[in-house]
């Protein structure tokens, strides 16, 4: 049974919008901090944001302004609004589920399939 419901991403200009969800079990959701690592090509997983059961949040210096995670309690959902969206930012982000504050791959439960997010200049 897949762990992770994971829908969004896309193409957008430098500048533009972007959002993921990601839907978890509600055996995960309710007892472990979730959120997103990214992987751009030729470089290693890095840690983006995470939220936990408490509404707790935890961001990535880069994204910090630009990106807001959010959680919807009735839906075991998380989402992740990203905004201001830079080259930098192109990558496949990857759904997560851990021990708080899940900042390392080490914290790390489990990992969803991903979904491609690719922002030009």
């Known amino acids: 049974q897949a762990q992770f419901i994971e829908s969004g991403g896309g193409s957008v200009q430098a500048g533009g919008s972007l959002s993921l969800s990601c839907a978890a079990s509600?055996?995960?959701?309710?007892?472990?901090?979730m959120g997103w690592f990214r992987q751009a090509p030729g470089k290693e997983r890095e840690f983006v944001v995470a939220?936990?059961?408490?509404?707790?949040?935890y961001y990535r210096d880069s994204v910090k302004g630009r990106f807001t995670i959010s959680r919807d309690n009735e839906k075991n959902t998380v989402y992740l609004q990203m905004d201001s969206l830079k080259p930098e930012d192109t990558a496949v982000y990857l759904c997560v589920y851990g021990v708080w504050p899940l900042t390392r791959p080490t914290m790390v439960n489990s990992w969803g399939q991903g979904t491609q997010v690719t922002v030009s200049s």
């Open positions: 939220s936990n059961w408490s509404g707790r949040t």
């Open positions: 509600e055996g995960i959701y309710g007892r472990y901090a």
